[in-house]
Nanobody, 115 residues
Framework: QVQLVESGGGLVQPGASLTLSCVAS????????IGWYRQAPGKERELVAN???????KYADSVKGRFTISRDNAKNTGYRQMNSLDPEDTGVYYC?????????WGQGTQVTVSS
């Protein structure tokens, strides 16, 4: 059974940092790309970053230079370091894996940036 479990969200002030984790199980983590999505209040879920099996990363322009994603294949875990957080970054953050053309999602973790 494929499972993705996110953690690390919370309420922070503008300019703060957070690190999110995504622990995976039920599939061969090291062979698959992991996507990080964000769903802001009232908006569609959007892809903000992904990391492939080789560790190559891509970022949306809105987070480039502030967010860094990585993976630890030995721990079946993906990480997302978020710096210089802005209220616009508020939302629920999800990790994702696509296996055989089917998308699996974690339960999401809430990030709220507010003074």
């Amino acid at each position: 059974q494929v499972q993705l479990v996110e953690s690390g969200g919370g309420l922070v002030q503008p300019g703060a940092s957070l690190t999110l984790s995504c622990v995976a199980s039920g599939f061969t983590f090291r062979r698959n790309a992991i996507g990080w999505y964000r769903q802001a209040p009232g908006k569609e879920r959007e892809l903000v970053a992904n990391i492939n099996s080789l560790g190559n990363t891509k970022y949306a322009d809105s987070v480039k230079g502030r967010f860094t994603i990585s993976r630890d294949n030995a721990k079946n875990t993906g990480y997302r370091q978020m710096n210089s957080l802005d209220p616009e970054d508020t939302g629920v953050y999800y990790c994702n894996v696509n296996l055989n053309r089917y998308d699996y999602w974690g339960q999401g973790t809430q990030v709220t940036v507010s003074s």
